[in-house]
């Protein structure tokens, strides 16, 4: 049976490289299912990602595609989008990639609001290289680099976002499919930086150190840590230590950095050639 | 109206400007920089300039990340150019690599300044020759220009854009501090004048298009991202398909076709003058700003009856072999003047094949080597 999905993809890079129970092929099916809801044009969208498990992503679907270098998905998707703006650019980054060697990139692409959509998937650890602790790692959880437990603060890439200056920020889990496709949806459709984070599993890595070998068990977890904005928001200090909020954080309304060059252009163009 | 009635355009332009000037005739749509000495005018320009012929200018958040958006910008269909320094080279080699093995048209200049790490802010320096070859890792080529005035900064910027796009390679342009921030007479060419070269456009419809299948030339033709190709980049060795591979066939041939595109053309690309070397038994070999001295002690060594004569290399990679070894078996003597502790002199060795003494002379203390000091070194040769 042809399902939405082989509209969008490169079947000859089937089977992927994902290992059984990675979160990336839920998000994968999700970005695919909300670009459908769109009726976006294959030949309009460009998608873009740095180095990583999550970034593989890219040869799997049938758009301009490009698999950059580690943390740098973004500054490329900045060249591109400025250069063609009716492009429609999405970049998927990995925990790792988005906030550690990528962490100045993403704030500045939030700042600038340029008109992309980040998707990060956040499966708290580097998955690809052997499960070594990531600026996303809860602290206190192990990792193979992190043997006698995690002593670093994670960020909290939603406020990052949000005090970094994107329009759209939201949370979603591979554990509750409808609702990551329809905040994807709203991020792709969102003039300016949207943003998605992803809680994700990775039951080879991080299950495998932190006592949930099964990708059942991960994806429990992650029902049992992630709870309704709403919800969080009447948690003790305490509590929300343990929980993570997930929905809609912010939706606002400001000028994306192409249409702001646009303007300019307008401006150098009205002084004159030689002035 | 003939060529001869034309009224020339000539101004007085600093480097910098004049490289501006040159991106300007060649093109360039798009410029991703970071700000430093002794590279920032060329940015500033690009500012200014762009946004007046509907070009886009973006001032990123470092060097790392204005090499990328040069690449993405590049992909999406714009001749794309960045600038900066030692410093800020050391950041773009990452993304240079990627461009490099994605065939990506870009231009890098790199206005020279002493190292390493923050060095000499902002005297200038040849230190970075080697880098320009080897700076990003593993077997890649390049292709290095280096002019010696203001106006060859104008005309090797319109050639490194040409090559970029013909070869589909990233092309440095090596300025050095001095000829960066002087000012001298520059003819502006009229742009009928000049060749512009734009990238091969593939001729067979997207099913059919594999992007890096090489023509006969061994450059693949190149779709601009949102054309109606629909294809993969990605840093991993990839097939014609764009896609990663690990057949070791395919990344034999991917790794030599890269190499060979440049080797093969390198009648095309290697450029150099010659200054009284006709008759010439002692041969300079310079580049850059010291080039222009070179070129002073060669008249002051003639007035002297001395059968000198001068190389000047324009292109540096890829090196010009066959000529140096050819001078070589001319002259008794090859003296290589350098504002480094002797970079390109290891090449003239490598190709003089040790038929004639090849000589380094030196200077790290960032003052230019003056025409005086090479005529001495000359005079010191000939006496041993």
Sequence with gaps: MKTVIDEYIRKEMFPNMWCPGCGNGIVLGAIIRAIDDLSWDKDEIVAVSGIGCSSRITEYVDFCTMNTTHGRALPFATGIKMANPDLKVIVVMGDGDCSAIGGNHFIHAARRNIDLTAIIINNMIYGMTGGQYSPLTPTGKFGSTAPYGNIDQSFDLVELAIAAGASYVARGTVYNVRQLISLIKKALDKKGFSVVEIISDCPVSYGRMNKMKSPVDMLKWIKDITVSKKIWEGLSPGEKKEKYAVGEFLNKDRPDYTELYEEIIKKAQERGVNK | ?384
Excluded at chain 2, 177 to 183: D, L, T
Excluded at chain 2, 299 to 308: I, Y
Excluded at chain 2, 331 to 352: F, H, K, S, T, Y
């Design chain 2, 1 to 384: 109206m003939n060529n001869l009635e034309k009224k020339k355009n000539i101004k007085l332009l600093q480097g910098n400007e004049a490289c501006a000037e040159g991106a300007l005739l060649a093109g360039v749509k798009f410029f991703a920089g970071y700000p430093i000495t002794p590279s920032s005018e060329i940015a500033e320009n690009m500012a200014r300039k762009l946004p007046k012929i509907g070009g886009k200018f973006i001032q990123m958040e470092d060097e790392i990340a204005s090499m990328a958006a040069v690449i993405g910008a590049s992909i999406a269909g714009l001749k794309s150019l960045t600038a900066t320094s030692g410093p800020g080279m050391c950041l773009k080699q990452e993304n240079l690599g990627f461009a490099i093995i994605n065939e990506i048209p870009c231009v890098v200049v790199n206005a020279q300044r002493g190292g390493p790490s923050t060095g000499l802010p902002t005297k200038p320096s040849q230190g970075d020759m080697m880098q320009a070859r080897w700076g990003t890792h593993g077997d890649h080529p390049i292709i290095a220009l280096a002019p010696s005035t203001v106006h060859e900064i104008l005309t090797l910027t319109i050639k490194a854009f040409n090559f970029s796009e013909k070869y589909r390679i990233p092309v440095i342009l090596l300025l050095d501090e001095v000829i960066a921030h002087m000012r001298e007479k520059v003819e502006i060419p009229a742009l009928e004048d000049i060749e512009v070269i734009n990238r091969k456009k593939p001729t067979v419809l997207p099913e059919k298009y594999l992007p890096f299948k090489p023509d006969e030339d061994g450059v693949p033709p190149m779709a601009n991202f949102g054309e109606g190709y629909r294809y993969h980049i990605t840093g991993l060795i990839h097939n014609y398909k764009g896609l990663p591979t690990s057949n070791s066939q395919e990344i034999d041939a991917f790794i030599r076709r890269l190499h060979n595109k440049i080797q093969k053309n390198i009648k095309d690309i290697i450029i150099y003058e010659k200054y009284s070397l006709d008759d010439a038994k002692i041969a300079l070999i310079a580049y850059g700003s010291v080039a222009r001295a070179a070129e002073r002690a060669v008249k002051l060594a003639r007035e002297e009856g001395l059968k000198v004569g001068l190389l000047k290399l324009l292109t540096i990679w890829p090196f010009c072999f066959e000529e140096v070894n050819r001078l070589a078996q001319q002259v008794d003597l090859i003296i290589v003047p350098e504002m480094n502790l002797g970079q390109m002199v290891l090449e003239v060795e490598r190709a003089a094949q040790g038929k004639c003494r090849v000589v380094p002379y030196n200077r790290v203390d960032g003052e230019l080597i003056n025409p005086i000091e090479i005529l001495g070194k000359i005079g010191e040769e000939i006496k041993q």
